[in-house]
Every structure is written in structure tokens, then in C-alpha cells.
């Protein structure tokens, strides 16, 4: 099982906001994945080929070619989060600073 203090910081950096009982949940369901992880890590893999699975064909990717776009004025009116041809969108990931001084 994780401590309180990792908790505060995967929740602080999702943003998410839980209730005592919600955590104690989080906290059993984290320490069942971090468990059965563990357990997967002590499998013994050495004779496996690491190659096994992949497709012998080479993967057939489309071209990358350069295509005309829409005309900005066009983009424009498809939101009123548009400027100076790009949109914008609201800042979401913080100094880590700022994260831990929340928590």
C-alpha cells in the first residue's frame, strides 16, 4: 500500500479531490496494482524472445505527404478560443513547485 504523502501528490498532479473513504479505496486499489506488478516483475523472462509477437511484414504506414490545409479564417470560426492562428487552451500543468506547495 502507497503512504498518505504519495497520495497527496498523484492527486494533487491529476487535480483530483476525494473524500477519506475514496482514499482509502485509491490507496487499496494502487497497492493491488503495485502488488500484482511485483508479480509479474519475478516472472522469468530470460528465455523468451523479445522479438516474439512482432509482425514479420513490414507495417504499411500511409505516405507523409503535405496536404492544403483549411484557410485560417475558415479554422477561425470554429472556435472563439482562436488567436493569431492558433487556439488556445487553458494552462493545465503547473510548476512542480506550485503542485507540492498545494498539497
Not at 500500500?1 to 487499496?28: G, N, P, Y
Not at 522469468?44 to 509477437?53: A, Q
Amino acid at each position: 500500500m502507497i503512504d498518505d504523502k504519495t497520495l497527496q501528490s498523484v492527486l494533487a498532479l491529476c487535480k483530483f479531490s476525494l473524500s477519506d473513504r475514496e482514499k482509502e479505496h485509491f490507496k487499496q486499489q494502487i497497492g493491488d496494482i503495485l502488488s500484482y506488478v511485483e508479480t509479474l516483475n519475478q516472472v522469468d523472462t530470460r528465455s523468451i524472445d523479445p522479438d516474439l509477437g512482432k509482425s514479420l511484414e513490414s507495417m504499411s504506414l500511409r505516405q507523409d505527404k503535405a496536404a492544403v490545409g483549411l484557410p485560417t479564417e475558415q479554422v477561425a470560426g470554429l472556435s472563439a478560443h482562436f488567436q493569431d492562428s492558433f487556439f488556445t487552451v487553458p494552462r493545465i500543468i503547473e510548476e512542480m513547485d506550485e503542485i507540492t506547495e498545494e498539497s
